[in-house]
């Protein structure tokens, strides 16, 4: 962390020099993202200077977001500035949408990330600096934020690409005492001196009231981010070591989650969430699904539904399933099967596999003697998949399965004439099986 004294300007080319090392490895490759602001700029002639000594290749990408009437000429100088030094820019268009319930700048940053990840790089270099790490540290707090959003920006870490923030311990002051020294040209986003936005409202009302009581204040809250960096780390790994003996076949079993504090099982659940790609919920919401689940009568069915997922639960276990966009076909849908290897079912949500097999699967010649039909259940079918045990209603054999009634819904019956032969993730009927040496097929269903 650097000290609560400003860096002079010679200072800095060494803080950045002995930094980049272990963010790109000789002959890597490292693109800035440059706003054209005084911190990218900054940032852009460090790494300029820090390229005579050190061997990396240098690139930069610009999002032009279309907020700003003077977004064109921002490109156009970063465009400018690149082609002078020599260092290869893309500019990168976004289109932000004005009424994103993210909020206008939160859809921005969204859409600016989404661009970085784009970019074929070995590291994406930021130029946050340790005021926009106290800004954002209290702007998380303000908004409720858990241990992870109290961790602030961290100085790296690794999603799509490696994303590092070299500056992350350098005061702004420090950065314009520099860009002055080297007479260095940038933009100025008007935007910054609209106190309406939360982030310029801490930093031109809030922000210097306290630093007038508290001068050390940005270093301050770096370390207590730091601490909460330090914190949400031993929560993720107490979460990796509950997720491994919490979760079989990507289900969650909830036996196990409710043999935990509160305070374990929520963080075990988020984990699970996110393993699943279910985006991060607020607190509220994260614990009426946790109380649901671990409340609902045994024999309940419990579906949670956000951003087309749906976290199902069902005989002891949880799961995430992919939302079906198409409604429940009726229940005399049917279709033929004229030897195609994969059916898309999209009115079922998923498809139909058939795989060559020798002496295994359904005999393709029984399955052809009448034509073979997909349907869907009526109720009251029968099944017999061991020739050594008694034909059964395929409604038990489903609850043998442990198959969920919501999929039960949707699974296709493959039906030669009228009889039935096989049922996914069931069994072959024992008239249907294919002899040793005869050509067979294999099925399976793939929900989307």
């Known amino acids: 962390m650097a000290s609560s004294k400003k860096l002079a300007p010679s200072e800095l080319d060494d803080y950045l020099q002995a930094r980049l090392p272990a963010l790109i490895a000789p002959g890597g490759r490292a693109t800035l993202a440059l706003s054209g602001g005084v911190d990218s700029i900054v940032l852009l002639n460090l790494l300029l200077r820090a390229q005579r000594t050190l061997n990396f290749s240098l690139s930069a990408i610009h999002v032009n977001h279309h907020l700003s009437p003077h977004a064109k000429d921002w490109a156009a100088f970063c465009l400018a500035l690149c082609a002078e030094h020599g260092v290869p820019l893309t500019v990168k268009n976004v289109q932000v949408p004005r009424r994103s319930s993210l909020g206008l700048e939160a859809a921005a940053r969204s859409l600016r990330y989404q661009a970085f990840a784009e970019m074929d ?39 799509a690409l490696l994303l590092a923030r070299p500056l992350i311990d350098v ?12 007479r260095l040209a940038w933009v100025e986003d008007e935007s910054n001196a609209n106190t309406a936005f939360a982030r310029n409202f801490l930093r031109h009302e809030v922000l210097p009231a306290i630093e007038r009581r508290f001068p050390a204040y940005r270093q301050t809250l770096a370390r207590a981010a730091q601490h909460f960096a330090e914190a949400d780390t031993l929560l993720d790994e107490l979460a990796t070591n509950d997720l491994a003996s919490a979760v079989h076949a990507e289900k969650l079993r909830l036996a196990a989650l409710a043999s935990l504090s509160h305070a374990r099982a929520k963080n075990l659940f988020r984990a699970y969430l996110e393993t699943q790609g279910v985006p991060l919920l607020d607190a509220d919401r994260l614990q009426e699904w946790l109380r649901q689940l671990l409340t609902a009568r045994a024999d309940s069915r419990v579906a949670l539904g956000v951003a087309g997922l749906t976290l199902r639960r069902y005989r002891g276990e949880a799961w995430v399933e992919f939302d079906t966009p198409a409604p429940a076909p009726a229940p005399d849908w049917q279709m033929a099967w004229r030897g195609e290897r994969e059916i898309k079912l999209a ?12 002496g295994a699967g359904i005999s393709v010649a029984k399955l052809t003697q009448s034509a073979v039909m997909l349907r869907l259940r009526q109720g009251g079918e029968k099944l017999k998949p061991s020739c050594n045990r008694p034909r059964k209603t395929l409604k ?15 699974l296709p019956l493959i039906y030669s004439g009228e009889h039935l032969v096989a049922v996914p993730g069931i069994g072959i009927d024992c008239a249907f099986h294919a002899a040793p040496g005869e050509p067979g097929l294999k099925i399976s269903w793939a929900c989307n």
């Open 396 to 410: 038990h054999l489903l609850q043998e399965a442990a198959m969920p009634p919501w999929q039960r819904e949707r």
């Open 121 to 159: 790089t070995d590291v994406l270099l930021l130029a946050h600096h340790l005021d926009d790490q106290a800004e954002t540290l209290l702007l998380n707090l303000l908004r409720g934020a858990g241990v992870r959003g109290a961790a602030g920006m961290p100085e790296s870490r690794r999603s």
């Open 171 to 182: 005061p702004r002051a420090s950065l314009m005492v520099y860009a002055k020294k080297h």
């Open 347 to 358: 009115a079922l949500g998923g498809k139909l596999l058939f795989t060559s097999a020798q």
